[in-house]
Structures are given as C-alpha cells and as structure tokens.
C-alpha cells in the first residue's frame, strides 16, 4: 500500500466475528528486586488486534488480569 492510497474497512465488512480465549500465563514473572513493598505487583493485560494484509484492522482489544497472585489465569473470550 503505497502513501497516496487509502484504504479504511467497516466493522461489518466482516462476515464472521474473531473470537479467541486467553487461558493462563506460563513461566514466572520476573521479580523487581527495587521494589520495599510487595504491594506493586505489575499490572498484566492481553492486547490483541487484527491485521489485514499487513495494516492494523480497527483498534486492539484489551482485557486485564484480575488476580492477586499465581497461577495467573484470565479465562477470557475477547472478540474482534
């Protein structure tokens, strides 16, 4: 796509939804030893977006983890 073309898609040019899960986290986060509190934990989130022949596709989806501690599971549908 060259700089004078433009290009823009409709949420409804797509004839089926893109719907994925995000399960769990595998390995272990690495731990900031420059932190005194154990209260600052890293706020951990999935970003996901769809690509068409190399050009982002609308805005990313987000979803955040809400949990304390491991095992950090989101079990979570995002739909695109």
Known sequence: MGASE???FLSCDLSSPVIF???KLDGILPVDKSTDSEDKRPELYVECAL???G???G???RTRLNTTGPPY???KLITV
């Open 6 to 8: 433009f290009r823009f």
């Open 21 to 23: 899960r995000t399960e």
């Open 51 to 53: 690509y068409i022949d």
């Open 55 to 57: 050009a982002p596709f």
């Open 59 to 61: 805005l990313p989806m």
């Open 73 to 75: 599971c989101w079990n």
